[in-house]
């Protein structure tokens, strides 16, 4: 038996799943399918190969299987998976947060700026995970829970600096659901940047791998194809041209880590105020002292790089309807933008 499995756990508009692609042995038996991934798969439980199965996620040479499929010698399974919780424990806590929707299945929230996603090295406690922990029980405030127990499930989530909208599952199935829709690029994403410079064309597309920086593995960088990291593809449009900035917005068709935030920064177009991609600089402008105070002011405006993630669309795991969500940037980056706009206008 041959195995691959990519695991997408990384960063920026990360996407949160496993995938598994596994050639079955030429002497293997013929075996029920969920009893064969059970066996192959570590800590994947019946529950969860049958949810994957209702979902679509189990291929055989690339068609839908049903657990009760029978697999034989030489067959191509992939098999993709939400992501399991991580082994630690989750405390309830009560952490303001925008909620637009919420279902049986799936809570909608915009997330603010500032705020971690998950709870990892240097941030135990203050997440959205602990936010929502403590908005799905309540009575556990300020109390230690198993992660599995809550699931306050994740299929992708972004930088702690940027805001906007993200999906979270409240079950197995809709995991499942979801994180199926991210692998298959089904998922519509639209974000918001402020970047440096002026364009030359209204749109275009970014393709470059992302993969660790190999000096700094705090951050990202673009790479030849085939040589390093994994592909990546980023389409842009130009929202409003500022003279010395940009306000675009990117439509993402892979979810690497900082995906936007390095593709811009490849091009030339850094996100403004994006201290590690090099935007908290002044890189376009005049020499003025009073354009450079004016610059820095518009720095302390905003927490982080000048990015919301604007938009959200997906199909719901258990009607089968088309959701959309939007959400506009926050009003400190809105009052920074504005400020932008009178600068430009008072130049004139």
């Known amino acids: 038996m041959q195995e691959e499995t990519e695991d997408q756990d990384t960063g920026e508009q990360e996407e949160l799943y496993e995938h598994h692609r596994i050639i079955v042995d030429k002497g293997q038996s013929l075996l029920r399918i969920d009893k064969f991934l059970m066996m192959r798969l570590v800590n994947v439980s019946r529950n969860r190969i049958q949810n ?3 979902a679509g996620s189990i291929l ?6 049903k657990p009760s499929y029978r697999v034989k010698p030489a067959d191509i399974i992939t098999i993709v998976l939400a992501h399991p919780p991580r082994d630690v424990e989750i405390i309830a806590e009560d952490i303001p947060v925008e909620i637009i929707y919420e279902d049986a299945d799936l809570v909608i929230v ?3 700026a500032g705020l971690v996603v998950h709870p990892g090295y240097g941030n135990y406690t203050g997440t959205l995970v602990n936010a929502m922990a403590y908005h799905f029980h309540p009575d556990l405030l300020g109390k230690s829970i198993e992660a599995e127990t809550i699931r306050p499930g994740l299929v992708h989530r972004i930088d702690k600096n940027t805001s906007g909208i993200m999906v979270i599952g409240r079950s197995e199935k809709a995991l499942t ?3 199926k829709q991210f692998f298959d690029r089904t998922i519509k994403r639209r974000y918001m940047a402020l970047v440096w410079g002026d364009f030359n064309t209204d749109e275009g597309t970014i393709t470059g791998n992302i993969g660790r920086n190999q000096t700094d ?3 990202m960088e673009v790479y030849p194809d085939g040589e390093h990291g994994k592909h990546a593809v980023t389409h842009y449009k130009v929202l409003e041209r500022l003279g010395y900035v940009t306000l675009v917005e990117c439509r993402l068709e892979t979810g690497r880590t900082h995906q936007i935030r390095v593709h811009m920064k490849h091009i030339g177009h850094p996100l403004f105020n994006d201290e590690t991609y090099g935007g908290k600089k002044i890189l376009k402008g005049t020499t003025f002292s009073k354009y450079k105070l004016f610059v820095e002011h518009c720095f302390e405006m905003i927490p982080g790089q000048a ?4 938009s959200l669309g997906f199909i719901h795991p258990s009607t089968g309807k088309e959701m959309y969500f939007e959400t506009p ?3 400190n980056f809105s009052a920074m933008l504005e400020r932008w706009r009178t600068y430009i206008n008072g130049r004139d």
């Open 217 to 219: 593995r705090k951050s």
């Open 177 to 179: 659901h979801l994180a």
């Open 52 to 54: 994957a199965a209702d």
């Open 307 to 310: 990015l919301h993630a604007r």
């Open 60 to 65: 055989v040479n690339g068609k839908p299987a």
């Open 329 to 331: 940037p926050p009003e």
């Open 110 to 112: 915009n997330k603010q």
